[in-house]
Each structure stands twice: as C-alpha cells, then as structure tokens.
C-alpha cells in the first residue's frame, strides 16, 4: 500500500476515477456474542458516488458504516484506501465525516461550539476555527442560530448541526447512518433535497444507510442492498437518473420504476429470512 | 389567601403539574411567573411565621416550663445574649464541614477520573471506597481520634470520609455514562484521552457530579456533628454539636434550641449555596435546571 503523495488528492466531483475511493475485501465481523454482523462483504466505492445502502434492520449496515470509519476492527477482510494519505506505518487517513441516526450533539455546548469540535481536537483555535464553522453553519441554513443550545432546536435543525459538523471538515467521504429516519416526512424530504444539493456542489462521496426505498431511490445514483443473517451483500443496482433531482423526480415514472426494483431487490433479500 | 383568583391559583398549580399532565396553560403565561414568585415566597414566610405562633401559644396556653420548651422569645433571647458563645463554636462547625467538603470534592473527583482511565485503579480501589462508606462513621470514630493528631483534625477525616463517597460514586457513575455516539464521535476524529476527558466526559458528568455535591453538602455538616458527639471534644475549640451536649447537661434548653436553630439554618444555606451553584452550570442545557414550558 504504497501511495504516490502526487497521487494521493483526486477531488474531480463525481469523476469515476480508475482507483477506487474505498476498497472493502472480503469483510466479515463475528460479535463477541457470536452475531455474524457482516459475512464475507466486498465492494469498491468510487469517488463521487452517492452510495445507499438498503436493508432490513439488522442486516449489518451500521457496522460495516463503522468499520469503514474505523470504529471496531473486522474480523477478517481489509479496508484499502487507494487515494487516500498514509501515515509513517502505513495507516490510512481518510478524510471521513460520519452523521449518526441520532443529532450527537453535547447538549452543554452551543451550535457553534459543536460544530468547532472536530477542529478542535485538532488543535485549531476558537478565533481561527471560526470562518470554517460560520461557513458549515451557512450550508444547513443556521448561520442565526450559532449561539443557540441543542435543546433551544427542533429535530431537524438538530440533524443539520450534526451535518453542519460532518461539513466542517471538508471530508471526502461522508458517511450517514440512517440520519433522517427519526424526522418526520416533510422534514426529511427538505433535508433530503438540502443534502442532494451540497452533495452536487461539493462533489463529496458519500454512503447513506436507509431503510426506506423511496428515500435510496431519490438521493443515490448506485443502491447496494443487503440482507441479514449473515449480513451480506444481495444486490447492487445503479440509478441512472439525471441530477438535479427535485419534487418533480418524486412523482415521475422513471422514479417508480426504480422504486419498484429496488423494493423487489429488497423483498427477496428479506425473503430469504422468511421468520422476518 | 382570599385575594388569589382561582385562575391564577390554578396557574400556579399548574406550573407544578406533574409530567403526565402535558396540557399547555398559554392563557396564563404572562401572570404565571408574577403570581408564581409571590406564592414562593408568600407561602413559606405564612406558614413559618403560622408554626411560631402556634409554638407561642401552646407554652403559653399550657404553661409549659421553659426547661421543657421554651418559648421562641427565650430561644430569641438566648441566641443574642449567648451569641459570643454560639457564633465562635458555629465558626469552628463552618471550618471543619467547609474544609471537608472542599476536601471531599478534590479528592472524589480525583478518585473518579483515576479510576475512569484505569480499569486497574478502579478494581483496586473501589471496595475501599464502599467499605468506608458502609461502615457507621460513630463506629470508626473513636479509633479516628486515637490515631489523629488532634481532636479538629479527627473531626474533620470524619466529616471527609463520610463527604468523600457521594461525590466519588455520582462522578463515577457521571464519568461512566457518557454517550456512546458521542465517545464514537471523538474516537473518529482522533481526540486523545485529554480531550475526551476535558471535553466530553468532564461535562457530561456534571449533573451526577452536582447530584453528589449536593448529598455531600449536608451529609459534611451531619457528619461535622455526629463526630463532635462521637469525640466530645471540649475548651475554646468547641463546635456546635458540644455546645449541644453542654446545654444539655446544664438543662439550657433555650441554648440548646438556640444551637439547634444555627444548625438548622446552617443546614439550609448550604443546600441553598449548593442548589444554586448547580443551577447556574446547568441552567443553559440540562433538562433538571430547566422550567418544563410547553
Ligand atoms: N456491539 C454489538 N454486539 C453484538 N451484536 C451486535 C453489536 N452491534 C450490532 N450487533 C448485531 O449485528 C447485527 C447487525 O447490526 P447493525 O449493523 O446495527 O444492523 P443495521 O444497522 O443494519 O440495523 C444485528 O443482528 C445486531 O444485533
Ligand atoms: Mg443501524
């Protein structure tokens, strides 16, 4: 895993570049308690896509999220990251932002002190940190409420904190665990679109767990859905609709073709644990 | 209390209302908080002043000897004219409790993080901990006050030791429950033990941490007391508790109520003093120090 520094930054929004972003080989993980989370997962991500992945609850998603963000060594398999920087070891220093189901936040420091944090603990001061986290706060539409405490905030507004600091990084991977499925429909429709339109201005690359087909079929361009028990990999569909994506995507016919496969793809996978 | 209108009695009723109770009260919010601050202090100082009288009255009705109950005016009367007395052994109860909180405080949260960052320290510790604490503080008492130096300093390991384990149990217990997403939050972006410390599990034990400060507050003065009686310490560096135990003997009741009294409101200031220094840290997030508003 020798990497080429000159080679190391490739940031050409939505360009499949040849090497991918992230390469999961082969990954499984046993619990301590025997659960066999994932089973024998292997997939490439490339740079700029716009990855869902869909299952049933339990089929492994979370986990195989915070083995990609370094949270919780597999069991067996490995990560690559092809492009990405490498410390003296040979460690990978992906720039990765990771936005839970639920806001995260620490409700004793303010919106704007939440989102400094990442900088923070990389040592950048409050004064120097402040164009980033004023420019993160911009993007989800907060700018006002930087004083604000989590608790002074609705639902929604706390999810775009949350991602307001996954932002403030400037993160080349963003991965999202089922971020909005505890906000009611109108509110994650908004946030959904809000989300499609800084992903196309920024060009990250980004996974998003779901569990809803609709909210897969809206946002990506590839779904990768799984099943449980073992956790694994059943299906990996493309979406080939054209961004920007709006309202309009919602009631078009191409929209329902693809939520029909993708809700097929996931029944089978569901159908193969009948007791579900 | 005639002049409270049943609307606004019912608002103030209403700010107490249980949680299950969640219907909103909006036509009263701008009286709520008036009406509701007066009833706080209007309420207490009636029923004070209600007791008192009542105390009067029944020595006076029934001509209770004054060595049996005195009457408040005696009680009155011997806290002013034994004040030198009471306010010197008051000082000595406010250093020892004082000092051993603040002790208390050091010491359990030292303990606490040491034993948060070491799985070893806590294994190793923590039955010690337990043990002090379930031990009856009279029983240890007497053995304190042949090893210590002093008389003061054995009162004040045993107001100490008895302080020490709320603050040590809450701040563990605080340490402990940090949030997980948010422990997984600090892991991912590369915080080192330092900064989860001082910036995650350091405010988020706070509330526990203030939970205890609370319990030790009182029990450092219960325990200031207990171990004067325990030790029967005696001359110019009396506190309360022998000033107690003297009147007692000399069957000064007027004193000994006098003593008790000082004890009393003691007592109160230091719930009070720890009361509001918890509301003021989590007034802004915590959901103990918030007015429930719907
Ligand atoms: N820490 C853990 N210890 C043991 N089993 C776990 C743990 N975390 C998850 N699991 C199990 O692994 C499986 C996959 O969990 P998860 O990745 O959270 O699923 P999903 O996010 O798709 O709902 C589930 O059966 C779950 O019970
Ligand atoms: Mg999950």
């Excluded at chain 1, 665990?177 to 201005?201: G, Y």
């Excluded at chain 2, 107490?16 to 601050?37: I, K, N």
């Excluded at chain 2, 039955?127 to 090893?147: E, F, G």
Aim: aromatic share 8%; net charge neutral.
């Amino acid at each position: 895993m020798t990497i080429d520094p000159a080679q190391a930054v490739s940031s050409d929004a939505h360009a499949s570049a040849s090497r991918p972003l992230v390469s999961l080989r082969g990954i499984s993980k046993v619990f301590s308690n025997g659960t066999t989370a994932l089973q024998n997962m292997s997939m490439d991500i490339r740079q700029g896509e716009f990855i869902s992945l869909l299952g049933p609850s339990g089929c492994g998603k979370s986990t195989v999220l915070r083995i990609i963000a370094g949270l919780g060594d597999p069991s067996s398999g490995t990560i690559e990251w092809p492009t990405s920087n490498h410390d003296a070891s040979g460690k990978a220093l992906p720039e990765i932002s990771f936005v839970f189901q639920e806001p995260t936040l620490m409700p004793w420091a303010t919106v704007f002190n939440n989102v400094w944090l990442p900088l923070r603990l990389k040592g950048i001061s409050k004064q120097a940190a402040r164009d980033r986290v004023l420019e993160a706060l911009e993007m989800v539409g907060l700018e006002k409420f930087a004083e604000a405490y989590p608790r002074e905030l609705s639902g929604g507004m706390k999810m775009r904190v949350s991602i307001a600091r996954a932002l403030v990084t400037r993160p080349k991977l963003l991965l999202m665990d089922e971020p909005f499925a505890a906000l009611d429909e109108i509110t994650r429709f908004k946030l959904n679109n809000d989300l499609l339109h800084l992903w196309e201005k920024f060009g990250w690359t980004v996974i998003f767990v779901t569990h809803s087909v609709f909210e897969s079929v809206y946002l990506s361009n590839r779904i990768v859905v799984m099943a449980a028990r073992p956790g694994r990999v059943v299906n990996d569909m493309a979406v080939d609709a054209p961004y920007p994506r709006d309202e309009d995507f919602r009631t078009s016919s191409i929209y329902n073709d693809y939520c029909k496969d993708a809700s097929l793809a996931l029944h089978s996978a569901m159908g193969a644990n009948d007791h579900l | 209390m005639s002049t409270v209108t049943p609307a606004t009695a019912a608002s103030a009723e209403s700010a107490h209302a249980p949680a299950e109770l969640d219907e909103p009260a909006p036509v009263f919010v701008a009286r709520d908080s008036r009406t509701e601050q007066i009833v706080k202090i209007l309420i207490p100082t009636v029923m004070l002043a209600a007791l008192v009288a009542l105390w009067a009255w029944y020595v006076k009705a029934y001509e209770v000897p004054h060595y049996i109950l005195p009457s408040p005016w005696r009680v009155a009367e011997s806290l002013i004219k034994d004040w030198g007395t009471l306010s010197a052994a008051l000082l000595i109860t406010l250093k020892i409790t004082f000092t051993a909180l603040g002790m208390a405080l050091v010491g359990g949260v030292g303990l606490a993080i040491l034993m948060s960052q070491s799985r070893w320290v806590e294994l190793a510790l923590y039955p010690y901990a337990v043990i002090l604490q379930v031990t009856p503080i009279v029983a240890i008492a007497p053995l304190i006050l042949i090893y210590a130096p002093t008389t003061q300093s054995a009162l004040l390991i045993c107001a100490w030791l008895v302080a020490f384990f709320p603050v040590l149990s809450n701040t563990t217990q605080g340490l402990k429950s940090t949030d997980h997403n948010l422990l997984n939050l600090f892991e991912m972006y590369g915080a080192n033990r330092w900064q989860t410390l001082i910036h995650l599990k350091l405010p988020s034990a706070l509330p526990y941490f203030l939970a205890g400060l609370r319990i030790a507050g009182g029990l450092a003065l219960i325990a200031a007391v207990v171990a004067e009686f325990a030790a029967g310490s005696a001359g110019a560096q009396s506190g309360l508790a022998y000033r107690l135990l003297e009147s007692q003997f000399r069957l000064n009741i007027p004193r000994l109520f006098a003593a008790l009294i000082l004890l009393s409101v003691t007592g109160v200031i230091i719930f009070a003093m720890t009361s509001v220094v918890s509301h003021l840290l989590l007034r802004k997030w915590h959901e103990s120090a918030l007015k429930r508003e719907n």
